[in-house]
């Protein structure tokens, strides 16, 4: 075959000019290239071809070629080699026929004319991967998918980042004619399709948000998780070439970009939307932003979104207020508000109640030091409370030294160990919460400069436990600090830091203060971050060897207890529903905190009363530190089985993947009191002090997830079902048909495993494969009484 070719070639070089003319009617030559429209000829310049080499590429579809027979290949859709012999065949090339010209030849030739490009829709899966490179802008920076509510492939807006400034173009799929589909740099007809449809469908109760430009769109989903965030393509000229309809019904608030063009396509959107949505309403940015400013962008210190959102104002008002920043926006202001038909009355409003903490969680030296550190403050008494038991957890276990086992105090449940090892977010309802101020005091708590050197030499105390601030960045991250370390590397630090004490080898205890669990959230949604899985090892076990081939990090028995912090506001950004799910959120106790009372000058602590509290509680962490296992007096066992079906009960929605390891963390916190108390074992009155704490924690966590769900779909199906029962297929019809099996199932299993909805197998006419039929299970007094049966029966099977 390359034979043929390298013929072709040679017998057309002399005559290229008239080849390309004809392969593409309707161009012109400039210079040394032939200009024309598209690979299907016509007027224009994106198609461009060298009448020296016959090499060439049509920017505006990707499409390049190296000679004149890979560009006749691409004309009529066919094989290089095809192609190759059609040229032959035509322009008698080995053969006697005579080259004709151009005027008689063309209806001979295959056909070359013109034809008009038809979107094929959805996008094929068998379509090859969209271009990343175009021949004028060169390689994308950013790729946007437009997709159907089903989340099939309909089109692509594509970025190219400039040296004065950036283009963003389409990118469909299509055919000219009966060519062969390919993809093209060109819209879609009119009217084309939101971005963020899939949105729509997977949260169909939630409002929508709508901004302008892609980026936007991601940015906007990121900050508000529980909005639906939308856009359209074009900016802000194209608002009346897009497909709104999907938003009929639905609660729309729009943000506009913050220049002129931006604040008028939100009033042009806003008449478009008047009728057909439930309301309409728009968010004007302060104007202290900079012009132009978006959700995409760095915002100022100070601002947050997710609180700005909330002074979204009538459409009427938008327009007033705009009409006096943009005087030009005024004569064409003429919109209407879009009423909400079923909005709720005043007295339906519900506010949910702050959670009360109860000083029963504070018993002994622990209720001495809160009532102390909060005396004069502003400081929450929970969130001392917690901190001082996590950096008491921090101290007491895992010194190699500290007991014949070296392992520390425990307590077994089956052959699980629960040490006292505990992790706790404070949550402020605000950056004023006063969250921080809890650490201070537990660092001067856990300070020794009131101790006598006879008395810690008395006691057997090692070092305290290693200090960290954070912030928590990866598994890896938090494996290093606790490794194992070799005697090279400990040779090593100690001849870098010579000043420092020598800790003693197989010390794992670390105490990790983070003041911006924001931030440690955000890492867990990186692609291939640890964080969330290392959490969880070192919660569980205190062991992490993932199964990497470059440089893994083994830890076992490593001892961290983490305190971290987070804004409510931050919190509503940064938590997405995965961590929760998944077992992040429960490894945690979640604790609200918010300024106790207004104080302009705090005092610091009277030294005469912090001293004994700190001798006394390292007395307490070094007679700690000597305890192995542990376990509950008669007393505290009749206690704990009384409300273990309390503790164990399933909870649904977010809230309940935060709170559904409450046996766990009660069990770990009653320990906790116990050595606090300066027991070998745990009574009833550590066992009420766990109570206290656990149900401050989880009152907390439903303060600030309750009214969430841990996933819309297992809200929706709960819905359906309560119409009545429906079969597999039934049930599937009533999701639209667009929830595939895969998500679907283990949604289906895990709400049966909750006990939240029965199935039944149903055989028809006693043949063939059984029906699955789900219902909603009704909770009633009769099925908790045979709960409570099923787990006291499990209990006297206990060994």
Same mark, same amino acid.
């Given at each position: 075959?390359?034979?043929?070719?390298?013929? $072709?070639?040679?017998?057309?070089? @002399?005559?290229?000019?008239?080849? $390309?003319?004809?392969?593409?009617?309707?161009?012109?030559?400039?210079?040394?290239?032939?200009?024309?429209?598209?690979?299907?000829?016509?007027?224009?310049?994106?198609?461009?071809?060298?009448?020296?080499?016959?090499?060439?590429?049509?920017?505006?579809?990707?499409?390049?070629?190296?000679?004149?027979?890979?560009? =006749?290949?691409?004309?009529?859709?066919?094989?290089?080699?095809?192609?190759?012999?059609?040229?032959?065949?035509?322009?008698?090339?080995?053969?006697?026929?005579?080259?004709?010209?151009?005027?008689?030849?063309?209806?001979?030739?295959?056909?070359?004319?013109?034809?008009?490009?038809?979107?094929?829709?959805?996008?094929?899966?068998?379509?090859?991967?969209?271009?990343?490179?175009?021949?004028?802008?060169?390689?994308? @920076?950013?790729?946007?998918?437009? +997709?159907?509510?089903?989340?099939? =492939?309909?089109?692509?807006?594509?970025?190219?980042?400039?040296?004065?400034?950036?283009?963003?173009?389409?990118?469909?799929?299509?055919? !000219?004619? %009966?060519?062969?589909?390919?993809?093209?740099?060109?819209?879609?007809?009119? #009217?084309?399709?939101?971005?963020?449809?899939?949105?729509?469908?997977?949260?169909?109760?939630?409002?929508?948000?709508?901004?302008?430009?892609?980026?936007?769109?991601?940015?906007?989903?990121? !900050?508000?998780?529980?909005? =639906?965030?939308?856009?359209?393509?074009?900016?802000?000229?194209?608002?009346?070439?897009?497909?709104?309809?999907?938003?009929?019904?639905?609660?729309?608030?729009?943000?506009?970009?913050?220049?002129?063009?931006?604040?008028?396509?939100?009033?042009?959107?806003?008449?478009?939307?008047?009728?057909?949505?439930?309301?309409?309403?728009?968010?004007?940015?302060?104007?202290?932003?900079?012009?132009?400013?978006?959700?995409?962008?760095?915002?100022?210190?100070?601002?947050? #979104?997710?609180?700005?959102?909330?002074?979204?104002?009538?459409?009427?008002?938008?327009?007033?207020?705009?009409?006096?920043?943009?005087?030009?926006?005024?004569?064409?202001?003429?919109?209407?508000?879009?009423?909400?038909?079923?909005? #709720?009355?005043?007295?339906?409003?519900?506010?949910?109640?702050?959670?009360?903490?109860?000083?029963?969680?504070?018993?002994?030296?622990?209720?001495?030091?809160?009532?102390?550190?909060?005396?004069?403050?502003?400081?929450?008494?929970?969130?001392?409370?917690?901190?001082?038991?996590?950096?008491?957890?921090?101290?007491?276990?895992?010194?190699?030294?500290?007991?014949?086992?070296?392992?520390?105090?425990?307590?077994?449940?089956?052959?699980?160990?629960?040490?006292?090892?505990?992790?706790?977010?404070?949550?402020?309802?605000?950056?004023?919460?006063?969250?921080?101020?809890?650490?201070?005091?537990?660092?001067?708590?856990?300070?020794?400069?009131?101790?006598?050197?006879?008395?810690?030499?008395?006691?057997?105390?090692?070092?305290?436990?290693?200090?960290?601030?954070?912030?928590?960045? *990866?598994?890896?991250?938090?494996?290093?600090?606790?490794?194992?370390?070799?005697?090279?590397?400990?040779?090593? /630090?100690?001849?870098?830091?010579?000043?420092?004490?020598?800790?003693?080898?197989?010390?794992?205890?670390?105490?990790?203060?983070?003041? +911006?669990?924001?931030?440690?959230?955000?890492?867990?949604?990186?692609?291939?971050?640890?964080?969330?899985?290392?959490?969880?090892?070192?919660?569980?076990?205190?062991?992490?060897?993932?199964? *990497?081939?470059?440089?893994?990090?083994?830890?076992?028995?490593?001892?961290?207890?983490?305190?971290?912090?987070?804004?409510?506001?931050?919190?509503?950004?940064?938590?997405?529903?995965?961590?929760?799910?998944?077992?992040?959120? %429960?490894?945690?106790?979640?604790?609200?905190?918010?300024?106790?009372?207004?104080?302009?000058?705090?005092?610091?602590?009277?030294?005469?009363?912090?001293?004994?509290?700190? /001798?006394?509680?390292?007395?307490?962490?070094?007679?700690?530190?000597?305890?192995?296992?542990?376990?509950?007096?008669?007393?505290?066992?009749?206690?704990?089985?009384?409300?273990?079906?309390?503790?164990?009960?399933?909870?649904?929605?977010?809230?309940?993947?935060?709170?559904?390891?409450?046996?766990?963390?009660?069990?770990?916190?009653?320990? $906790?009191?116990?050595?606090?108390?300066?027991?070998?074992?745990?009574?009833?009155?550590?066992?009420?002090?766990?109570?206290?704490?656990?149900? !401050?924690?989880?009152?907390?966590?439903?303060?600030?997830?309750?009214?969430?769900?841990?996933?819309?779909?297992?809200?929706?199906?709960?819905?359906?079902?309560?119409?009545?029962?429906?079969?597999?297929?039934?049930?599937?019809?009533?999701?639209?048909?667009?929830?595939?099996?895969?998500?679907?199932?283990?949604?289906?299993?895990?709400?049966?495993?909750?006990?939240?909805?029965?199935?039944?197998?149903?055989?028809?006419?006693?043949?063939?494969?059984?029906?699955?039929?789900? =219902?909603?299970?009704?909770?009633?007094?009769?099925?908790?009484?045979? +709960?409570?049966? +099923?787990?006291?029966?499990?209990?006297?099977?206990?060994?």
């Amino acid at each position: 075959m390359s034979g043929i070719f390298q013929e $072709v070639k040679d017998g057309l070089q @002399s005559r290229l000019v008239d080849v $390309v003319q004809e392969l593409l009617p309707g161009g012109r030559v400039s210079g040394k290239e032939y200009l024309c429209g598209s690979l299907q000829g016509g007027s224009g310049d994106s198609c461009r071809t060298n009448l020296e080499t016959g090499k060439g590429s049509d920017f505006a579809s990707g499409d390049t070629w190296g000679d004149i027979i890979g560009l =006749a290949a691409k004309v009529w859709n066919m094989r290089q080699g095809e192609a190759a012999r059609e040229l032959s065949k035509q322009y008698g090339i080995g053969t006697a026929q005579a080259f004709r010209p151009a005027a008689t030849s063309s209806a001979a030739l295959p056909t070359s004319a013109p034809a008009t490009f038809a979107p094929v829709l959805p996008v094929p899966q068998s379509a090859p991967e969209p271009p990343r490179h175009h021949p004028q802008h060169g390689q994308a @920076s950013q790729m946007w998918r437009y +997709e159907d509510a089903q989340g099939r =492939a309909l089109a692509y807006a594509v970025r190219f980042d400039l040296k004065d400034g950036k283009a963003v173009l389409p990118l469909c799929y299509g055919q !000219y004619g %009966n060519n062969r589909p390919q993809w093209a740099w060109k819209a879609l007809p009119e #009217p084309r399709p939101l971005y963020g449809l899939p949105k729509l469908t997977a949260m169909p109760d939630a409002p929508v948000l709508l901004v302008e430009g892609e980026k936007t769109a991601d940015a906007a989903q990121r !900050y508000f998780p529980y909005h =639906a965030a939308l856009t359209w393509s074009g900016g802000s000229n194209a608002v009346g070439k897009a497909d709104f309809s999907p938003l009929q019904g639905r609660e729309v608030i729009i943000w506009p970009d913050n220049d002129e063009p931006g604040f008028a396509a939100a009033l042009e959107l806003a008449k478009t939307l008047a009728g057909t949505t439930r309301s309409v309403a728009i968010v004007q940015p302060p104007d202290t932003l900079p012009s132009a400013w978006d959700l995409a962008d760095q915002t100022e210190q100070g601002f947050m #979104p997710q609180v700005h959102i909330k002074t979204a104002m009538p459409v009427t008002e938008f327009a007033s207020r705009a009409a006096r920043r943009f005087p030009g926006l005024g004569p064409s202001v003429s919109v209407t508000d879009s009423q909400t038909p079923d909005a #709720p009355e005043v007295e339906d409003i519900t506010i949910k109640e702050w959670p009360l903490f109860s000083f029963d969680a504070c018993p002994g030296i622990l209720g001495e030091f809160v009532k102390l550190a909060t005396r004069d403050s502003e400081a929450d008494p929970a969130a001392i409370a917690i901190t001082a038991l996590v950096r008491f957890c921090a101290e007491v276990y895992g010194h190699a030294s500290g007991n014949a086992s070296g392992q520390g105090p425990h307590i077994y449940v089956g052959e699980t160990v629960h040490p006292p090892r505990l992790f706790a977010v404070i949550c402020g309802n605000s950056s004023k919460a006063r969250k921080g101020t809890s650490r201070h005091p537990v660092t001067k708590l856990f300070g020794r400069e009131h101790c006598y050197l006879a008395d810690l030499r008395e006691w057997g105390l090692p070092l305290p436990a290693r200090e960290s601030g954070g912030p928590l960045s *990866t598994g890896e991250g938090l494996a290093h600090h606790v490794r194992d370390e070799t005697d090279e590397e400990r040779e090593r /630090r100690q001849r870098q830091n010579p000043n420092e004490p020598i800790r003693e080898k197989g010390d794992k205890r670390l105490i990790i203060q983070d003041e +911006e669990f924001a931030s440690g959230l955000a890492c867990t949604k990186r692609e291939g971050n640890t964080l969330s899985m290392g959490i969880r090892c070192f919660w569980d076990s205190g062991d992490y060897a993932p199964l *990497t081939k470059n440089n893994p990090i083994t830890v076992r028995g490593a001892h961290i207890n983490i305190i971290t912090h987070i804004t409510m506001q931050e919190l509503a950004v940064c938590l997405g529903e995965v961590q929760a799910v998944n077992g992040f959120g %429960n490894r945690f106790l979640w604790i609200c905190a918010r300024r106790s009372k207004l104080v302009a000058l705090p005092s610091r602590m009277p030294e005469t009363e912090l001293a004994p509290l700190q /001798r006394e509680m390292w007395r307490l962490v070094a007679q700690a530190q000597k305890r192995g296992a542990m376990s509950m007096n008669a007393h505290a066992l009749e206690l704990w089985e009384s409300i273990y079906p309390e503790l164990s009960h399933e909870h649904s929605g977010l809230a309940g993947s935060i709170i559904n390891r409450a046996e766990a963390q009660t069990l770990r916190l009653a320990l $906790v009191y116990a050595l606090l108390d300066g027991q070998g074992g745990i009574d009833e009155t550590h066992l009420q002090a766990a109570l206290a704490m656990w149900r !401050y924690a989880q009152e907390s966590a439903l303060y600030i997830f309750g009214d969430r769900a841990a996933d819309p779909l297992e809200e929706r199906i709960l819905e359906i079902l309560k119409q009545g029962p429906l079969a597999a297929t039934e049930l599937s019809a009533a999701l639209n048909r667009n929830v595939p099996k895969e998500r679907l199932q283990p949604l289906l299993q895990q709400l049966e495993a909750q006990r939240r909805i029965s199935v039944t197998h149903i055989k028809q006419n006693g043949r063939g494969r059984p029906r699955l039929v789900f =219902a909603l299970r009704e909770i009633n007094t009769v099925n908790e009484e045979n +709960e409570n049966n +099923e787990s006291n029966e499990e209990k006297s099977a206990r060994p």
